[in-house]
């Protein structure tokens, strides 16, 4: 199996990641860790990223995730997919990907962004990513805004790990 936690910038999806994969002793990859070095300079810079940005990387964590199920590994992935065709490209075709959303307010996503240090995604992006999210019809949904801990508990109980 391999879990998505998507969402807007500050939505905890790094946070979770981590979390979720050293409670299951499973790999985590973080999405914003894979961004080619043109996307992360655009961002930094405050510009949110097109969707012709944004595919390659894309295509890319595909990749990830369909050699994880090739080599029957489980895995996190921690990726925005903020519209469905984010989510069909990372997903399409492969059964066992499962969709996690952290919602969070505007607000706690921008107070988030900007108290972290040394992220390209500043508080700049959010109004420009939630104005791109498409509410996920595949997705099993979390308030982002509890406590970590919560939110894998409530994820592994979704999905029975």
Do not use: Y
């Amino acid at each position: 199996m391999v879990i998505v936690l998507m969402g807007p910038a500050g939505s905890g999806k790094t946070t979770v990641g981590q979390a979720l994969a050293g409670e299951l002793r499973w790999r985590f990859v973080d999405g914003d860790d894979r961004h080619p070095p043109a996307n992360v300079e655009k961002m930094r810079a405050g510009q949110p990223l097109s969707d012709t940005d944004r595919e390659p990387w894309l295509l890319g964590l595909r990749s990830v995730v369909a050699r994880a199920l090739d080599r029957r590994e489980h895995l996190i992935v921690a990726c925005s997919a903020l519209k469905q065709r984010h989510r069909n490209v990372l997903a399409g075709g492969l059964r066992q990907v499962r969709f996690v959303f952290l919602r969070a307010p505007a607000q706690v996503l921008l107070e988030r962004t900007a108290s972290r240090s040394g992220h390209f995604a500043g508080p700049g992006l959010v109004d420009s990513q939630l104005l791109a999210l498409e509410q996920p019809e595949d997705a099993f949904e979390v308030d982002a805004t509890l406590p970590p801990a919560e939110i894998t508990l409530r994820i592994r109980r979704e999905f029975g790990l």
